[in-house]
């Protein structure tokens, strides 16, 4: 499955933003609801950290302990599109910002254990 981010962009801290993330063509026939989905970010100098992640139906989300109540991961399925709403945004939060699609659950953390990535979204947060 091909999986392409936008959205992102420059915003001051405080602000909101919501990053997409669209997929197509499904890889031996399965679908997007068939995938778990996840958000992951990296910031120069740093690495990959996983954000949150959503199950196949949506019902159920995680995030890490630096975004939560602050980000909201939601989906849909009949759009093909995962998305991450961000609000309260800090500096810290300054990233390129990656969808990724195939983990064995939607709270799971390692990069390596995603099948599809996106080409990623650059998320600036000022001072």
């Known amino acids: 499955v091909q999986l392409q981010a936008s959205g992102g962009g420059l915003v001051q801290a405080g602000g909101s933003l919501r990053v997409s993330c669209a997929a197509s063509?499904?890889?031996?026939?399965?679908?997007?609801?068939?995938?778990?989905m996840a958000w992951f970010r990296q910031a120069p100098g740093k690495e990959r950290e996983y954000v949150a992640g959503?199950?196949?139906?949506?019902?159920?989300?995680y995030y890490t302990d630096s975004v939560k109540g602050r980000f909201a991961i939601s989906r849909d399925n009949g759009k093909n599109t995962v998305y991450l709403q961000m609000s309260s945004l800090k500096p810290d939060d300054t990233a390129i910002y990656y969808c990724?699609?195939?983990?064995?659950?939607?709270?799971?953390?390692?990069?390596?254990?995603?099948?599809?990535w996106g080409q990623g979204t650059q998320v600036t947060v000022s001072s």
């Open positions: 063509g499904p890889a031996s026939g399965r679908t997007f609801s068939s995938y778990t």
């Open positions: 959503i199950s196949t139906s949506g019902g159920r989300t």
């Open positions: 990724a699609a195939g983990g064995s659950s939607w709270y799971e953390k390692s990069p390596t254990s995603y099948d599809y």
